[in-house]
C-alpha cells in the first residue's frame, strides 16, 4: 500500500470518486484529486495525518462524530468487510457535503489487513432530489395557504375511512365547512382579508378537534373535518362549536370583522362512497347557507 506503482497511481487519480488509503492506525497514505475536488483539502494538507484527528469531522444524519465512535474504516478493519454509510463531512470552507462512503479492507500477501481504502462520493444530487420529493409531497398534501390537507389528501383519508368502516363497521362523520361571503370579503377588504379568513377558519378548526380527526382545504372557501368515533349527538355538538368559535374570532388589524361558517354534518352510511358522501355533506351545507348562512344542517338523527 506504501508503494503505489505510477500506472495504479494514474487510474486512482482519475476516478470520479474521493479515494484515499490509511494503515492500521488511520494514517492518510494516499489522497487523489477527487478526494481534494470533493474536500477542499489537497494532499499536502492531508498525507501522513490520521483521520482519528477528525480532519473531515465525519457526521451522521444526527450529528453524532463518527471518527471519534463509529468511524467506518475501524468497522471495516475490525470486521474484515466492506462497510457503506451515508454521512456529512467538513469541506475545506466550512460548509457540510452530504456523501456516500464505501470503505474495504486491505490486506497484506499474507491476507493480514494492514489498513483499509476509502471511496467516497458527493451525494448531493442525491439529498437534492429527496428534498424535492419532500417539497413535491408536502404540495401534493399540505394546502400551502391554510397548512390543512389538501384535497387530493382528503379524498385519501376518505377512502381509507370508508375501508375501514367497510371492513370493521367503524363509523365516522364528516363536516362540510364553508366560509360565508369569503367573494363579500375580497372585494370589500381585498384579497389579504380573505387569505385571513381562509387562514383563521382552517386554525379554528384545527385547533378543536382531536389529534387523529382531520381537516383538509377543500376549494377555495370550503373545508372538510373527518370525525371518528364521535355519536350523532356529539358530532353536532362539534359542528355548532366549531361554527360558534369561528363566529367570536375576529379578522386581524386593520380589517377587524367577524366571519362567520355554514355547515353541512353528516355520517358515513352502509354503502357510502366518496362522492355519495360528499354529494350528501354538500347538499347539507348549500341547505343550511340557503336558510341564511352561519349555521349547522345535518341529517343526523339525536336522542
Not at 81 to 91: I, M, N
Not at 149 to 174: H, P, V
Request: aromatic share 6%; hydrophobic share 40%; charged share 25%.
Amino acid at each position: 500500500m506504501k508503494n503505489i506503482d505510477e500506472f495504479h497511481k494514474s487510474l486512482l487519480e482519475n476516478l470520479h470518486d474521493g479515494i484515499y488509503f490509511t494503515d492500521l492506525k488511520r494514517k492518510i497514505l494516499f489522497w487523489n484529486k477527487s478526494a481534494e475536488r470533493i474536500t477542499g483539502f489537497n494532499s499536502g494538507e492531508i498525507l501522513g495525518r490520521c483521520c482519528a484527528d477528525n480532519i473531515l469531522s465525519h457526521v451522521d444524519d444526527k450529528g453524532n462524530m463518527l471518527c471519534l465512535s463509529d468511524c467506518p474504516l475501524t468497522e471495516s478493519m475490525t470486521q474484515g468487510k466492506p462497510v457503506e454509510k451515508e454521512l456529512f463531512l467538513h469541506h475545506k470552507n466550512g460548509h457540510r457535503v452530504p456523501v456516500l462512503v464505501r470503505v474495504s479492507p486491505v490486506r497484506d500477501d499474507k491476507g493480514e489487513i494492514v489498513g483499509a481504502v476509502e471511496a467516497f462520493s458527493d451525494n448531493s444530487s442525491k439529498m437534492e432530489a429527496l428534498e424535492r420529493v419532500e417539497e413535491l409531497q408536502k404540495i401534493a398534501f399540505v394546502d400551502a395557504l391554510t397548512g390543512v390537507g389538501t384535497r387530493r389528501f382528503g379524498e385519501d383519508m376518505l377512502r381509507s375511512r370508508l375501508d375501514e368502516s367497510r371492513r370493521y363497521g367503524w363509523t365516522f362523520g364528516i363536516l362540510s365547512v364553508d366560509l360565508d361571503n369569503l367573494k363579500q370579503i375580497n372585494d370589500l377588504h381585498g384579497h389579504e382579508a380573505g387569505d385571513h379568513a381562509l387562514v383563521l377558519v382552517a386554525r379554528t378548526l384545527v385547533a378543536n378537534v382531536r389529534s387523529f380527526d382531520f381537516v383538509a382545504r377543500w376549494g377555495g372557501d370550503e373545508f372538510l373535518v373527518i370525525v371518528t368515533n364521535l355519536n350523532a349527538e356529539n358530532i353536532l355538538s362539534l359542528a355548532d362549536k366549531l361554527r360558534s368559535l369561528v363566529g367570536v374570532s375576529l379578522l386581524p388589524p386593520p380589517t377587524e370583522m367577524r366571519v362567520t361558517v355554514s355547515i353541512g354534518a353528516t355520517v358515513c352510511h352502509s354503502g357510502d362512497t366518496v362522492r355519495s358522501l360528499l354529494k350528501r355533506a354538500d347538499r347539507l351545507l348549500y341547505e343550511g347557507k340557503a336558510l341564511g348562512r352561519n349555521r349547522v344542517s345535518t341529517d343526523l338523527v339525536t336522542a
